[in-house]
Each structure stands twice: as structure tokens, then as C-alpha cells.
């Protein structure tokens, strides 16, 4: 069983991230879910933008890198949201990774992909932030860089529909999701 990453959305360390990571925990896999912010979560979209720029987006990044700089190369980084484009920023510098795991957002760059890559994506259906056309071109890319891609999408969930925490929440389709993820993570 791989090692796993886990990082957060723009809101934080929230305790739909560490319940994530403890259902993956339950399956057998060793999970780390690295605090990007370093300070406590908060509670809307718009707090968690503020704090982003207040922190910065290279800070996020290097405290991404120093989460895996230990962990094993085979190690799926994974990601919600904001942390979905974080793990697919990281690819490129751990060309060994297991697979790639999003959760509510696209990420990765088609010239980090190699050949045969697991990559799984979650999304809601419509995204506000996933546009459609978008999402096709990023999807025919990662294909045509080889990617073993995978889409997933839940129509009517909103964005982070696996967070009971924000109005977004989607019972059945956080459910069908983990269904796809444990199995994901069970292949590596």
C-alpha cells in the first residue's frame, strides 16, 4: 500500500481533510496531511483566499515540498481544491510518484505526466471553478501525455461536496467518491 499526501483546500486544515485521511487510514494506507497555512482553518472561501495571499503562494509551496521531502518517491500526492493544484505542482519534481489524486480540481501540468501515470479526478458537475472547456483541454492533454486519467463527476454536488462542513455538501456523492477513491489508492 502506497503512502499517501493529502493536502488541503484554501480554507485550511479542516477536519473534513483529517477525516479523509482517516478513511483512507482505515484501508490500510500510511497518510500525511501537512498544515500549509500553519494557522487554524477558516470558515468561508473568501477568508481562505485572503489567507492565502496573506501567506503566500510560494510559501504554500515550499512548505508542500518540505510535507514530502521524506516521504517514499511511490508516494500519491493527492489534494482538495486549492490542494489538488498544489499535488499536481509538486509532480513534476517526483517523477516516481504512485499516482495523482484530485479532489474538487484539476491539477498537474502534461509535461510532468509520465507515460501510464494513475491520475484520478473528482469534481462537481457543473464546477464554478472547473470551467467546461477547460477541464476538456487540461483532460485531452494529461490523455495525450499518457496519463491513465480518470474523471469522475457528480452532477448537482456543489464544489467541495465531500466537506459536511460547508453548504457544498453532498452525502451520496461523497460517498460514491471515497468508493473510487479507496479503490485508486488499493491499485497502487
Avoid: C, N
Wanted: charge should be negative; proline fraction near 9%; hydrophobic fraction near 45%.
Amino acid at each position: 500500500m502506497p503512502s499517501v499526501v493529502l493536502f488541503h483546500s484554501v480554507y485550511g486544515l479542516r477536519p473534513a481533510v483529517l477525516a479523509a485521511a482517516d478513511r483512507m487510514r482505515a484501508a490500510g494506507h500510511q497518510v500525511v496531511t501537512p498544515d500549509l497555512y500553519g494557522v487554524p482553518p477558516v470558515d468561508t472561501v473568501e477568508d481562505g483566499f485572503a489567507l492565502l495571499e496573506k501567506i503566500g503562494r510560494d510559501v504554500v509551496l515550499d512548505r508542500a515540498r518540505d510535507a514530502v521531502d521524506e516521504l517514499p518517491a511511490r508516494t500519491v500526492l493527492a489534494g482538495m481544491s486549492m490542494g489538488a493544484g498544489i499535488a499536481g505542482a509538486l509532480l513534476a519534481e517526483r517523477p516516481e510518484t504512485a499516482g495523482l489524486l484530485l479532489l474538487h480540481g484539476s491539477g498537474g501540468s502534461p509535461e510532468a505526466v509520465r507515460p501510464g501515470l494513475p491520475v484520478q479526478l473528482h469534481l462537481a458537475d457543473p464546477d464554478q471553478y472547473e470551467p467546461p472547456d477547460e477541464l476538456d483541454e487540461w483532460s485531452r492533454a494529461m490523455t495525450a501525455a499518457g496519463a491513465a486519467l480518470e474523471v469522475f463527476r457528480y452532477p448537482g454536488a456543489g464544489h467541495l461536496f465531500t466537506d459536511p462542513d460547508v453548504p457544498d455538501h453532498d452525502p451520496a456523492a461523497t460517498e460514491a467518491a471515497w468508493a473510487r477513491v479507496r479503490s485508486f489508492l488499493d491499485a497502487r
